[in-house]
């Protein structure tokens, strides 16, 4: 090969990864400049105490206060849906499931992994629709709706990596606790899940991440730009990402504007977190195998 | 434990799984049901075919189609070129400090929040992209396609080095005996071996990018227009639903978002097929 092509190729790769690097160190740099200054406690509770506002005995107007407390509420509820739905169907691919009907699964759930957040948001739309037509007209896309809709999304995630850690285990580890006597669902329930419970924590916080971030769900089932704290599962509600979304596409002065970065600035830190705890108990888990083997 | 208990939780977990299988089939089937009187009223071909102009009674999602498939398309075209040297430095080029370093950032992207993309391209990139067009808004085709590409990055990245990584090592230990450079190795040894991994990895970001609601949403301009050129603003399927969502429900503009949802569950259950065909599902359980 000539030597100019070779140089020519290095040099393209090393431009591709410094390129990359100044992307997103551009982004992250233009947003903690314009977010940092706009961080305070007025910014999430305005004018209530904050005290007052934490113990609900006040409501907050303005702040972002409600955004976060919505948010955090529907990744809660969401991950309950999702766990035990999710660890169930993990724990049936990986165990009990035989061959013929394994890639019917599969399939279903790949194109559930697979499609658009906006198109399970517009599913769970549907169904508000069609239940307030045929079940109660008191049914609106609601804080139910969406929770319901975030954990439709999200199951993929959960339910591969209990089937992945399941099936990814030594073959010394699986047979143990059946060479002893234990049954199946002994050997399962006490030896394999306990072993696994890093890896299957990790898939969770992982779905709790995009339950954080999603916007496109939600903005189909229920959130809005101002509601206060939901009052019920059936009341809209206010949630970080659409109001970033929200402010983005009609912000009337520069005040609110920067609420947007701090809100973003916010948004990104629980995202990141989020993310590194997943990261740690992966680390974990591979560092446990490698001692292993 | 008595087995009549064993059956119980064979049961529960049988249940699980048919449940969570069923979601999907459910989002098909409603789908169905919600565009099943445009099927019926025979207006199908014309929803297909027409573009968009509520005044004359025409309600085509061509314009969508259209703008999804651009949009997309040049997103994968700026991200390929990028994907394949980032993860040729990964794994080949700078194994060690820098790529390590480039691997980690590029893990830590896909914890970043689309919406934050967005926003931030909507101060950064939108007024750049205004000034090198000289008109418009600055909200474009052009300007979705960088952000759409800086999104699915990470997707090709990490898939690609993954794929590069797992050509074996007796074929690179050959290469080195034979005194090739790195960039041979690159080029005669290792894509010809992962070309399948690097193909899975760019459908992959494929279904990603006309998936993306946000980006294409908050910085695409949302015209109802075929665009004719990357200055235009478009419109793609997702931000169509998000932005018809709140009409009448009884109206054609409503039923047709089902169409539009229609469209993209059929694309992505061919991706899932063209990834299945590529092996690609048994690359990623055998890792």
């Known amino acids: 090969m000539n030597r100019f092509v070779e140089y020519g190729i290095t040099l393209f790769a090393w431009m591709a990864g410094i390129i990359l690097i100044g992307a997103i160190g551009l982004l992250l740099s233009f947003l903690l400049h314009r977010g940092i200054p706009a961080l305070s406690l007025s910014l999430i509770f305005e004018e209530t105490r904050a005290l007052d506002a934490l113990l609900l005995r006040k409501e907050v107007f303005g702040g972002l206060f409600p955004a976060i407390v919505g948010t955090l509420l529907l990744i809660v509820t969401s991950i309950i849906w999702a766990i035990p739905v999710g660890v169930a169907s993990g724990i049936y691919l990986g165990?009990?499931?035989?061959?013929?009907?394994?890639?019917?699964?599969?399939?279903?759930?790949?194109?559930?992994?697979?499609?658009?957040?906006?198109?399970?948001?517009?599913?769970?739309?549907?169904?508000?629709?069609?239940?307030?037509?045929?079940l109660s007209d008191r049914i609106y896309p609601c804080f139910l709706i969406s929770s319901l809709a975030l954990a439709c999304l999200v199951l993929p995630y959960i339910i591969r990596t209990t089937e992945q850690s399941l099936v990814n285990l030594p073959f010394s580890i699986k047979t143990t606790g059946l060479a002893l006597g234990a049954s199946k669902l002994q050997n399962i329930l006490f030896i394999l899940i306990p072993y696994n419970l890093s890896s299957i924590v990790s898939g969770i916080i992982l779905a709790i991440g995009r339950c954080a971030e999603d916007t496109a769900v939600i903005m189909l089932t229920g959130v809005v730009a101002m509601a206060g704290i939901p009052s019920s599962l059936l009341g809209k509600y206010e949630a970080l990402p659409f109001y970033i979304f929200y402010i983005s596409s009609d912000y009337n002065s520069q005040e609110e504007l920067m609420k947007g970065f701090g809100a973003s600035i916010i948004l990104l830190t629980i995202c990141v977190f989020l993310f590194a705890?997943?990261?740690?108990?992966?680390?974990?888990?591979?560092?446990?195998?490698a001692i292993r083997i | 434990m008595r087995s009549s208990v064993e059956k119980l939780a064979e049961r529960g977990f049988l249940f699980g799984a048919l449940l969570s299988t069923s979601i999907t089939i459910c989002i098909l089937?409603?789908?169905?049901?919600?565009?099943?009187?445009?099927?019926?009223?025979?207006?199908?071909?014309?929803?297909?075919?027409?573009?968009?102009?509520?005044?004359?009674?025409?309600?085509?999602?061509?314009?969508?189609?259209?703008?999804?498939?651009?949009?997309?398309?040049?997103?994968?075209?700026?991200?390929?070129?990028?994907?394949?040297?980032?993860?040729?430095?990964?794994?080949?080029?700078?194994?060690?400090?820098?790529?390590?370093?480039l691997r980690k950032l590029v893990e830590f992207m896909t914890g970043i929040p689309t919406v934050i993309y967005g926003f931030v391209a909507i101060f950064l990139l939108v007024p750049l992209v205004r000034e090198i067009f000289q008109k418009g808004t600055g909200m474009c085709v052009l300007s979705a396609s960088i952000m759409l590409a800086l999104l699915i990055l990470p997707t090709i990245v990490l898939f690609l080095s993954d794929a590069f990584n797992s050509v074996p090592k007796n074929y690179l230990d050959a290469a080195d005996a034979l005194g090739a450079t790195p960039v041979q190795k690159l080029i005669y040894v290792i894509i010809p071996l992962a070309w399948k991994g690097i193909i899975s990895g760019l459908v992959l970001a494929a279904g990603r990018a006309a998936g993306d609601t946000l980006i294409s949403l908050m910085i695409a301009g949302n015209a109802l227009q075929i665009p004719k050129g990357l200055s235009d603003a478009a419109r793609t399927l997702t931000s169509h639903i998000a932005l018809i969502i709140a009409s009448d429900y009884e109206s054609p503009e409503f039923k047709s978002i089902f169409v539009c949802g229609l469209i993209l569950f059929v694309f992505t259950a061919l991706i899932v097929l063209i990834l299945r065909l590529l092996g690609y599902f048994q690359i990623l359980r055998e890792r």
Not at chain 2, 86 to 97: E, G, H, M, P, R
Request: hydrophobic fraction near 55%; charged fraction near 10%.
């Open chain 2, 29 to 101: 089937s409603f789908m169905f049901l919600f565009s099943l009187p445009l099927f019926k009223g025979g207006h199908i071909a014309q929803f297909l075919r027409l573009g968009w102009n509520p005044y004359e009674g025409r309600f085509g999602v061509l314009p969508m189609m259209v703008g999804t498939g651009i949009i997309a398309s040049f997103a994968i075209l700026i991200a390929t070129p990028f994907g394949i040297g980032c993860s040729a430095l990964i794994s080949v080029f700078s194994q060690q400090n820098f790529g390590r370093l």
């Open chain 1, 95 to 134: 165990e009990y499931c035989n061959f013929r009907w394994k890639p019917f699964f599969n399939f279903l759930l790949d194109v559930l992994a697979g499609i658009p957040s906006i198109l399970v948001g517009l599913f769970g739309f549907a169904v508000s629709v069609f239940l307030h037509r045929h």
């Open chain 1, 277 to 289: 705890l997943s990261n740690i108990l992966k680390r974990k888990v591979a560092i446990r195998f």
